[in-house]
């Protein structure tokens, strides 16, 4: 299944007519990339999908309480005369018996004194189908069933309860009851038991069905509580997640306007001077170099050169001391022909031969010495030029990089505490914050007030059906039943049981093919990071059990908020998976709450394969300027909502908001 088209005419914050075209323009390129500030319509767009397709049966987030006509009518745009209306329609296509087949639906209504009228009407290759109209509600289920639609349609606040892994044992249950459609197993389970319990009423003596019926009302009226409670807790759970959504963007807009850097102030002036003195130090240390030899490397070649002419000349003094031994050894040697009364032709050739071996030795005369250095010295000199200066250079630029990471950081550290607002401006923003908390905890107390009566509410209705049963058992028993109810009776407990071990049986196969999808989703997503290796999801609780290196078990308070919001993510794309069903996923705020390392999990590894057709719902702070730039080669369509508060509607463009 893909969307082609959805066209929101008067529906919520959109006055008018708005078109968004989805269909993707290329496998490789699936998302569609709609951008808006918080209350400019995303949760509305991502509503009306679900509204379109399933009408007074949509799980939809601005519900709330009340009748489905009631909702239709506060849907309609404040400026939109009721009688005008609103409506919605949606486009797609999907492959039938190896044909494409195109499908446009469209749910339209007006307001009236007490609430709204509805149509709806249903196109099939442009043509009007009016027993699909008429019938729609029976047969949506062949196209997106409902029950696994959540899988499909959710907003971050569905990946925040599944973090939660208490949470998600009832989420696990309703969509792998949903999946193998064990939700129709459970109801004749519950039609047998009521059919039972009338075969036995039935036999019961005139003062047994007074009992009967007095146990009876009971059940009646703590089942009738129960679901009232069910409805209060659907109630709360929607005021807290209003509260904490309300709290989010209420410190999201503190962050915005310089709240966390106010909170930081004191902390940045520690750094600041920390920064500064480091700064100095490395100052300090810089003209400390300064004043050593560091300041010759400007005079190398030079400093070269007088090393090379300094042991040019200690080279000549060398020659001139053996000269000097060789004339001395050479008289000596004349002195004593001359004694010896050799001739004088034979002295006068023995001092040629001394001469020429004195210039052959000694080479020639060199010219005037001009360093007059000492062999230490030009040692010295030496290690200087090969050695000593580079390690000052190199010591100087690790200075020097210091010095420049620390004055940057240093400018930042200023520039931030150039930007803390003064704490008068964040009083009304700090209000704002101390109200939303308050109101997150009545919330959340409301909440567990709610989810206690439910509790209290279902025992007393299990406690009364006990002694129901009991009382029809009783009755049965003294009064002898006839034989065809006897038959009946006992023919709905056998199949009761039957359909229990279908449904354990049927739960435990499927649940061993779930988790392992989850799995292949979790690993996909975190690749490397292999924290945990294995998931178990019992197929009696739905309690899920996390494995990590060496089978060992892992508690989720081992995993950080990331990694269990990936886990999360995991669960809904396995199940997704499971189901066998190749519809669109659309999100509605998918990293509200997310870090950047795991941010950049889902931009790269889950969005762009999470179906052959996604569409995003974000804000400029979850897909920011970096993040549309990694995630802009999967996009095929991109969309703007603006809103006008001045006028109380948005309007829709193409383009990012970057």
Not at 314 to 321: S, V
Request: charged fraction near 30%.
């Amino acid at each position: 299944m893909i969307l082609d088209e959805l066209v929101l005419h008067n529906v919520g914050v959109f006055a008018g007519r708005h078109s968004f075209e989805l269909t993707p323009p290329s496998p490789d390129k699936p998302i569609i990339l709609i951008g808006a500030l918080n209350g400019a319509g995303k949760t509305t767009f991502l509503d009306s999908i679900q509204l379109a397709l399933f009408g007074p049966l949509a799980r939809t987030a601005s519900r709330g309480g009340g009748s489905y006509q009631s909702y239709l009518r506060r849907l309609i745009h404040n400026d939109a005369p009721l009688d005008e209306g609103a409506a919605i329609e949606l486009a797609f296509h999907i492959v039938e018996r190896g044909h494409e087949r195109h499908y446009r639906l469209r749910r339209a209504w007006t307001g009236t004194a007490t609430g709204a009228r509805e149509r709806v009407d249903v196109l099939v290759d442009d043509r009007p189908d009016g027993t699909l109209s008429r019938q729609w509600a029976e047969r949506v289920d062949a196209f997106v069933p409902r029950g696994v639609a959540e899988l499909f349609f959710f907003d971050g606040e569905k990946i925040e309860t599944l973090a939660e892994l208490d949470n998600a044992r009832e989420v696990l249950r309703t969509a792998i009851g949903a999946l193998l459609g064990l939700d129709l197993v459970d109801r004749l389970a519950a039609d047998l038991t009521l059919v039972e319990r009338n075969h036995k009423a039935d036999q019961a003596a005139p003062a047994m069905q007074k009992v009967l019926d007095t146990v009876r009302n009971k059940v009646d009226m703590h089942r009738e509580q129960k679901e009232q409670m069910k409805r209060s807790v659907d109630e709360a759970r929607g005021k807290l997640e209003r509260a904490e959504k309300r709290l989010f963007d209420v410190n999201e807009r503190l962050r915005l306007e310089g709240g966390e850097l106010f909170d930081r102030s004191s902390e940045l002036e520690a750094a600041k001077l920390h920064l500064a003195e480091s700064a100095k130090d490395l100052d300090s240390r810089l003209r400390d170099a300064a004043a050593g030899t560091l300041p010759l490397q400007l005079v190398r070649e030079q400093l070269l050169e007088l090393a090379e002419s300094a042991e040019s000349e200690l080279y000549d003094r060398r020659q001139r001391d053996i000269r000097d031994i060789l004339q001395k050894r050479d008289r000596a040697i004349l002195g004593q022909l001359k004694k010896q009364a050799v001739s004088t032709e034979v002295i006068k050739n023995v001092q040629d031969y001394l001469a020429a071996d004195r210039k052959s030795q000694t080479g020639k005369e060199k010219k005037k010495p001009i360093a007059e250095l000492s062999n230490e010295s030009v040692v010295i000199l030496r290690r200087l030029i090969d050695a000593d200066l580079d390690a000052e250079i190199g010591n100087a630029q690790r200075l020097i990089d210091q010095r420049a990471t620390v004055v940057q950081e240093l400018d930042d550290v200023l520039q931030m505490i150039a930007s803390v607002p003064r704490e008068k401006a964040l009083d009304e923003l700090r209000q704002d914050r101390d109200d939303a908390y308050r109101v997150v905890a009545e919330a959340t107390q409301l909440l567990n007030q709610a989810e206690t009566e439910v509790s209290a509410a279902a025992a007393a209705e299990h406690e009364a059906e006990r002694r129901l049963s009991g009382l029809l058992e009783k009755a049965a028993d003294e009064l002898g039943a006839a034989e065809d109810s006897r038959r009946v009776i006992e023919h709905s407990q056998r199949v009761r049981t039957t359909l229990s071990r279908f449904r354990h049986e049927a739960s435990r196969r499927n649940v061993d093919r779930i988790q392992k999808l989850i799995l292949e989703s979790l690993q996909r997503l975190a690749r490397k990071d292999r924290l945990i290796t294995d998931i178990r999801i019992d197929p009696e609780t739905f309690e899920v059990e996390l494995q990590g290196r060496n089978g060992t078990v892992l508690l989720p308070q081992q995993l950080s908020a990331g990694e269990r919001q990936l886990l999360a993510v995991s669960m809904l794309w396995g199940l997704g998976q499971a189901s066998g069903r190749p519809l669109p996923v659309v999100i509605d705020t998918p990293l509200g709450r997310l870090d950047g390392i795991h941010r950049n999990h889902l931009l790269e590894r889950y969005f762009p394969q999470a179906s052959h057709q996604v569409i995003l719902l974000s804000t400029d702070q979850e897909i920011d300027e970096a993040a549309w730039k990694r995630l802009r080669k999967h996009v095929g369509h991109t969309y703007q909502l603006e809103h006008d508060a001045g006028r109380g509607s948005t309007r829709a463009t193409t383009g990012y908001l970057w």
